[in-house]
Nanobody, 125 residues
Framework: QGQLVESGGDSVQAGGSLRLSCVGS????????MGWFRQAPGKEREGIAF???????TYADSVKGRFTISRDNAKNTLYLQMSSLKPEDTAMHYC???????????????????WGQGTQVTVSS
């Protein structure tokens, strides 16, 4: 059973930057699709960035051009570099893994079997 642990969330002002990290244990993050999701209060959880087993990345329109997903295979760590942050980016952010598929089915949240506990990002105006 794989485990994921996120870190890096913080409170920042609009226009600022943050880098979230997600360390995997018991699971090799490069072996399948990895994704970052977020959930704001009163809203459904949404997938915002994905990277498949060969390194192809996909982004939600809301973060495209501002966020970058990457991974360090040697450290078994997934990252989300967030820049030009906006108040609407305020949410709990989660990393997740689909261990069965190398390709990312970004609309199939139920495929993601491993989830971290989340890290809070708060952006003030």
């Amino acid at each position: 059973q794989g485990q994921l642990v996120e870190s890096g969330g913080d409170s920042v002002q609009a226009g600022g930057s943050l880098r979230l990290s997600c360390v995997g244990s018991g699971y090799t993050i490069s072996s399948g699709c990895m994704g970052w999701f977020r959930q704001a209060p009163g809203k459904e959880r949404e997938g915002i960035a994905f990277i498949d087993s060969i390194g192809t990345t996909t982004y939600a329109d809301s973060v495209k051009g501002r966020f970058t997903i990457s991974r360090d295979n040697a450290k078994n760590t997934l990252y989300l570099q967030m820049s030009s942050l906006k108040p609407e980016d305020t949410a709990m952010h989660y990393c997740a893994a689909d261990p069965r598929r190398g390709y990312c089915y970004t609309n199939m949240e139920r495929y993601f079997a491993y989830w971290g506990q989340g890290t809070q990002v708060t952006v003030s105006s």
